[in-house]
């Protein structure tokens, strides 16, 4: 398989961790999570975690990584997933990308983010402090336009977090932004990859799987796996878990200000907007190539398509 991959992608509740199953089963694959969210431990009915029983059919990795409080980046994320893949291809199998986080897939099949600039949070409170009123908005952006106009140029000039960064690049290194990003996009693919997206031709199927799935996580017991997350401090404001979909909407319930059903039916809602935003990024990226998610011959077709690229 020399330098080949595989990756299943698309929206939330699109069936691809059990397609993905089988392509591995089939090919003599490993599964490496490509989900933002499964790689903290304690975080298992809300992020659809694989259950022990797919755990022992397909091998799976970057799942319970971290405890939920811990800092994780695409860019953490890609060089241990690459380091991963390689580890896999080493030993004769193929490694299955599936997930619905796109940024982190890039980073792992490319090395893109791969070279984080440094951050310094000091520096990074100063100069969204000097940003909270309209004046020092326009300030920072135009010192960023003074030495990084191309960010600038990217970047609108009220979008306070990303001006922030830029400068805080700026600053911390002496060079632009948009140099890192160049040097990033210009880094050779880590792996050849066969990339499979998942949609539906009729979109309110989608949103009646995420509904279905929603309902069959309360039924496992979400309500008191992000009770859990909240006693232990885990969904504090500012807090990885603490703006995950299907945790966050819990924190009301705690309060006392809503129940677990009004919780449930916000899940459904922001999980349904969430799946269009992945759409729309997959959709924008070259080379997928798109399967029907509920075809009675997807796996048929996602197997040809497998077979046809490793043979090639």
Known sequence: ?????????????????????????????????????????????????????????????????????????????????????????????????????????????????????????????????RGKTEEGRVKLYEELAAVDPVSAAATHRNNLRRVVRALEIYRLTGKPKSVFDQESRNCPPRFDCLTLGLDFPERGELYRRIDLRVDEMMKEGLFTEAKTLWEKGYLAPGTTAGQAIGYRQFLPCFSGESSAEQAAEEIKLATRRYAKRQLTWFRAQAGIVWLDGGAPDLAERAGNAVSAYLNK
């Open 1 to 129: 398989m020399k330098n080949s991959v595989l990756a299943v992608v698309g929206p939330t509740a699109s069936g691809k961790s059990a397609l993905a199953l089988r392509l591995a089963e089939k090919f003599g694959g490993e599964i490496v999570s490509c989900d933002s969210m499964q790689i903290y431990r304690g975080m298992d009915i809300g992020t659809a975690k694989p259950t022990p029983e797919e755990r022992r059919r397909v091998p799976h990795h970057m799942i319970d990584v971290l405890d939920p409080d811990e800092p994780y980046s695409a860019a953490d994320y890609g060089d241990e997933a690459a380091r991963v893949a390689s580890d896999i291809l080493s030993r004769g199998k193929l490694p299955v990308f599936c997930g619905g986080t796109g940024l982190y897939l890039t980073a792992a099949l490319t090395g893109r983010h791969g070279e984080a600039p440094p951050s310094d949070p000091v520096l990074r409170a100063e100069l969204t402090e």
